[in-house]
């Protein structure tokens, strides 16, 4: 017994016609008398009582009616299911952070639009190293990872910015130069104790600019860490300035570094061959994201 068998049967038992059933399922009557026939036969049971003039259920016919029905819904739950998962609809998506990727606002941005779009498409998160965001999304373990670029890449890796801002200074409120909330000359820094976040580019820059290189006391991770040692006065730091907006710890303040401005950015990471039809739509609304140079 095939589908068409079990179609061909709920047609006929609801259109009691044969030969309307059989314009209706775009078979020739005597086709349709044979797949009944061949129902029949499974089934070792008549399902019709038939004369000249009528065709009616008989009591096999309305108890495998029940079933039949229920037979091609779920049928057509299981074909809508796999199509949908096919069109991305469904399944689930693993997404890995650092935590300047939350404090910058665009996995949010992302995370929220895509469950507006796909609210059945399950999505996980979770807060990592960038070595490690790297080295689980290119083994499998995550689908999409969000970092404070530049990162080294492997070349099944790609990147898309969607944010950016521009590198300031963290410091201890008590601290001599936080005093004239004027802009610092990377050169003013040179011997003073830096407090390293794990994105280095911001420091490097500085460092490079002001002709030293810097006195490294402490690399404590992520940003919230690295700010609770400005506050206890371990030294400064070079962060994104997106952090003067959204962190506001007693005994931090911020000042803006003088000269061009260094661009700090936050990208998306994912794999260039991606399969799984609900990572690719997420990576394509993520490419839609056109960031200002």
């Given amino acids: 017994m095939d589908l068409k068998h079990l179609r061909a049967f709920v047609t006929v ?7 309307h059933s059989a314009e209706q399922l775009g078979v ?19 399902l019709f009582q038939r004369t000249r003039r009528s065709v009616a259920l008989t009591a096999a016919g309305e108890a495998f009616l029940v079933e039949a029905r229920a037979a091609l819904a779920q049928v057509e739950r299981a074909l809508e299911t796999g ?12 997404i890995g952070y650092v935590g300047s990727a939350v404090f910058s606002g665009a996995l949010q941005a ?27 999304l290119e083994e499998g373990q995550l689908d999409v990872a969000f970092v404070r670029t530049p990162v080294v890449l492997p070349s099944s890796v790609a990147s898309h910015v969607v944010a950016r801002d521009r590198f300031c ?4 409120a008590d601290h001599p130069l936080a ?9 003013v820094l040179a011997g003073e104790a830096f407090v390293a976040p794990e994105q ?3 420091l490097r820059e500085v460092a490079r600019r002001g002709r030293f290189d810097p006195h490294i ?3 404590p991770g992520s940003l919230q860490a690295v700010l609770a040692q400005v506050a206890l006065g371990a030294g400064i730091a070079v962060v994104p300035s997106v952090l003067v907006q959204v962190v506001h710890l007693p005994n931090v303040v911020y000042r803006d570094i003088a000269g061009a401005v260094i661009p700090s950015e936050v990208a998306a990471l994912f794999r260039r061959h991606e399969r799984a039809p609900a990572v690719r739509q997420l990576i394509q609304q993520i490419r839609q994201v056109k960031c200002p140079a």
């Fill in 28 to 46: 020739s009557p005597p086709t349709l008398t044979a797949q009944i026939q061949a129902l029949e036969r499974l089934l070792q049971a008549r």
């Fill in 13 to 19: 038992a609801e259109q009691l016609h044969f030969a």
């Fill in 217 to 219: 006391v402490s690399v």
């Fill in 110 to 136: 992302q995370v929220l639009h895509f469950r507006r779009r796909w609210p059945q498409v399950q999505l996980g998160t979770c807060e990592l190293p960038t070595a490690q965001l790297v080295q689980q």
């Fill in 200 to 202: 280095g580019l911001g």
């Fill in 169 to 172: 200074l963290a410091l201890a």
């Fill in 179 to 187: 005093g004239s909330g004027q802009a610092l000359a990377s050169r």
């Fill in 83 to 94: 199509r949908r998962a096919g069109r991305g609809q469904l399944g689930r998506v693993d």
